[in-house]
T-cell receptor, first 111, second 117 residues
Framework: KQEVTQIPAALSVPEGENLVLNCSFT??????LQWFRQDPGKGLTSLLL?????REQTSGRLNASLDKSSGRSTLYIAASQPGDSATYLC??????????FGGGTRLMVKP | NAGVMQNPRHLVRRRGQEARLRCSPM?????VYWYRQLPEEGLKFMVY????????ESGMPKERFSAEFPKEGPSILRIQQVVRGDSAAYFC???????????????FGDGTRLSIL
């Protein structure tokens, strides 16, 4: 059974810092990995999707990496802004097509 | 170009009543997924449907819960005889094709927040 862990559970940084969010998983037999953003009381916004054959994806100030052999993914956020404050979720697609989610990292970027 | 639409956004029920949650997938999407987010917990998969068929319901409780995705109309998640423990946010997602066979992401709605009095 796939287990997904995100560390840290919460993170507070001053505006402008570069930061890294971590995601680890136990079963490397995955189709893809997605990073989502969830704002309070809202749904999930897909940020980046990395296919199992890829190593990284970039979108603006965001860069996500995937290392299947070690069961790890990281989300790098450059030059953080207060508007980046949200919960960030890592999710994997394995056999069966459903997503398995980590517990999330609650990010607070202070002005 | 509407996204995934869920209604109602908030639903309040008393114990023992029925709750019906609706999800209209993105235009052209025939794959629908339901997830539940309990307070202070992560999202957990409940059920995966393709038009008129349940593909995987391994995450759905065996009793009181059912889901359908008819040929016409939205997908419905139905909870009978609700209990306090059913209070949660229920999210629906849709995809164009089976996610595992492509790089197509799942697109999520804003969820239905169910509160049981």
């Amino acid at each position: 059974k796939q287990e997904v862990t995100q560390i840290p559970a919460a993170l507070s940084v001053p505006e402008g810092e570069n930061l890294v969010l971590n995601c680890s998983f136990t079963d490397s037999a995955i189709y893809n990995l997605q990073w989502f953003r969830q704002d309070p009381g809202k749904g999930l916004t897909s940020l980046l999707l990395i296919q199992s054959s890829q190593r990284e994806q970039t979108s603006g100030r965001l860069n996500a990496s995937l290392d299947k052999s070690s069961g790890r993914s990281t989300l790098y956020i450059a030059a953080s802004q207060p508007g980046d404050s949200a919960t960030y979720l890592c999710a994997l697609t394995g056999a069966g097509n459903m997503l398995t989610f980590g517990g999330g990292t609650r990010l607070m970027v202070k002005p | 170009n509407a996204g995934v639409m869920q209604n109602p956004r908030h639903l309040v029920r008393r114990r023992g009543q029925e709750a019906r949650l609706r999800c209209s997938p993105m235009k052209g999407h025939s794959h629908v997924y339901w997830y539940r987010q309990l307070p202070e917990e992560g999202l957990k998969f409940m059920v995966y449907l393709q038009k008129e068929n349940i593909i995987d319901e391994s995450g759905m409780p065996k009793e009181r819960f059912s889901a359908e995705f008819p040929k016409e109309g939205p997908s419905i998640l139905r909870i009978q005889q609700v209990v306090r423990g059913d209070s949660a946010a229920y999210f629906c997602a849709s995809s164009l094709v089976a996610v595992g066979s492509s790089n197509q992401p799942q697109h999520f709605g804003d969820g239905t927040r169910l509160s049981i009095l």
